[in-house]
């Protein structure tokens, strides 16, 4: 079964990353995924794996689109396809207001448009063709690559939630990566992935889907599945992923957390996170459990992505890398 690994959930110093990325490459993980919210820079770190490695992929897990421009975006990819040899790919998300708009200081409007128009000029510049471009979000004139096109082109990602941006990341993008669901819910959205494949002349063969896994391998699941609901909880409360969780068959538990959260009782609104809740969103117990979960996933036709966590204290570090050193 391919398996990816989250890297960045470890939460490790920086000058570790080398030695964890090759020992990713030798237990076998298909590819190492990093992203980026307010702790290392992803690009750097992309680069960092790309040079102390040799047969692992690598891809941004992911960065928000609106915080550089289209053209730095297809300069960094086209760099790094060169030092990786063809292995990077570069996953993009429409992010938040917060992180985009009071972190960066910089407008933030979550437009599928925005991401359409950045990926077509994100592939024009990597591939080394003068880009001319008149849209709705970038207007750009006579920008060329000054360095060879890569002969691989690098591969690009689509972090996806709802049905519009899974159909977007099927018509112009090389994978999607899927957070937050549900095996049970997987089949719907893959469908989608593909419905967009379709209208671009392609198949579902021809898009890698991807799908982050919040996973700890434990014989002591009680604080850890306390940790993914609060976690869960922290999601609940904004629109968008209620409305996911709800569509994914959580809608009474959605309720009961914004009812508590609303009235001010925040251990009300964990508490209100169900088993089957943390079953669906999460991988929580021993070896044998977490990979026959993770085979759930596999057998929608998409490749776990193993994103370590744990409950937080002295032990936190060498849960994940108990987890990580537990796949593939």
């Given at each position: 079964?391919?398996?990816?690994?989250?890297?960045?959930?470890?939460?490790?110093?920086?000058?570790?990353?080398?030695?964890?990325?090759?020992?990713?490459?030798?237990?076998?993980?298909?590819?190492?995924?990093?992203?980026?919210?307010?702790?290392?820079?992803?690009?750097?770190?992309?680069?960092?794996?790309?040079?102390?490695?040799?047969?692992?992929?690598?891809?941004?897990?992911?960065?928000?689109?609106?915080?550089?421009?289209?053209?730095?975006?297809?300069?960094?990819?086209?760099?790094?396809?060169?030092?990786?040899?063809?292995?990077?790919?570069?996953?993009?998300?429409?992010?938040?207001?917060?992180?985009?708009?009071?972190?960066?200081?910089?407008?933030?409007?979550?437009?599928?448009?925005q991401m359409r128009e950045a990926v077509q000029i994100i592939r024009m510049a990597a591939a080394g063709e003068r880009v001319n471009f008149d849209g709705r979000f970038y207007r750009l004139k006579n920008f060329r690559l000054a360095i060879p096109a890569p002969a691989t082109p690098p591969r690009i990602y689509l972090a996806a939630l709802g049905p519009r941006m899974c159909e977007l990341a099927g018509e112009v993008?090389?994978?999607?990566?899927?957070?937050?669901?549900?095996?049970?819910?997987?089949?719907?959205?893959?469908?989608?992935?593909?419905?967009?494949?379709?209208?671009?002349?392609?198949?579902?063969?021809?898009?890698?889907?991807?799908?982050?896994?919040?996973?700890?391998?434990?014989?002591?699941?009680?604080?850890?599945?306390?940790?993914?609901?609060?976690?869960?909880?922290?999601?609940?409360?904004?629109?968008?992923?209620a409305r996911f969780f709800a569509e994914c068959g959580f809608a009474e538990e959605v309720q009961a957390v914004n009812s508590a959260w609303k009235a001010g009782d925040r251990t009300g609104a964990v508490k209100a996170i169900s088993g089957r809740v943390l079953d669906g969103l999460g991988v929580v117990g021993p070896a044998d459990f977490c990979r026959e979960r993770m085979a759930t996933f596999a057998r929608t036709g998409a490749t776990p992505v193993v994103l370590p966590f744990a409950p937080p204290g002295a032990s936190a570090r060498a849960s994940m890398l108990g987890t990580f050193r537990a796949f593939p």
């Open positions: 079964m391919p398996t990816d690994i989250a890297l960045t959930g470890l939460a490790m110093p920086i000058g570790e990353f080398p030695a964890i990325a090759r020992e990713a490459e030798e237990r076998g993980y298909r590819t190492a995924w990093v992203g980026e919210a307010s702790g290392t820079e992803a690009i750097v770190l992309s680069t960092l794996i790309a040079t102390h490695t040799s047969k692992i992929r690598i891809a941004n897990g992911v960065i928000p689109v609106q915080t550089r421009t289209p053209i730095i975006y297809g300069q960094a990819a086209a760099t790094l396809a060169h030092l990786s040899n063809g292995r990077f790919a570069l996953g993009l998300g429409l992010s938040s207001e917060i992180i985009v708009g009071q972190w960066h200081g910089l407008p933030f409007v979550p437009s599928i448009q993008a090389d994978g999607v990566l899927l957070n937050w669901i549900a095996p049970s819910a997987m089949p719907a959205s893959i469908s989608h992935v593909e419905a967009g494949a379709k209208r671009a002349g392609r198949t579902l063969a021809d898009v890698d889907v991807a799908v982050h896994v919040r996973t700890c391998v434990t014989d002591d699941s009680g604080p850890v599945r306390e940790t993914l609901a609060r976690d869960i909880t922290g999601y609940a409360i904004v629109g968008v992923y």
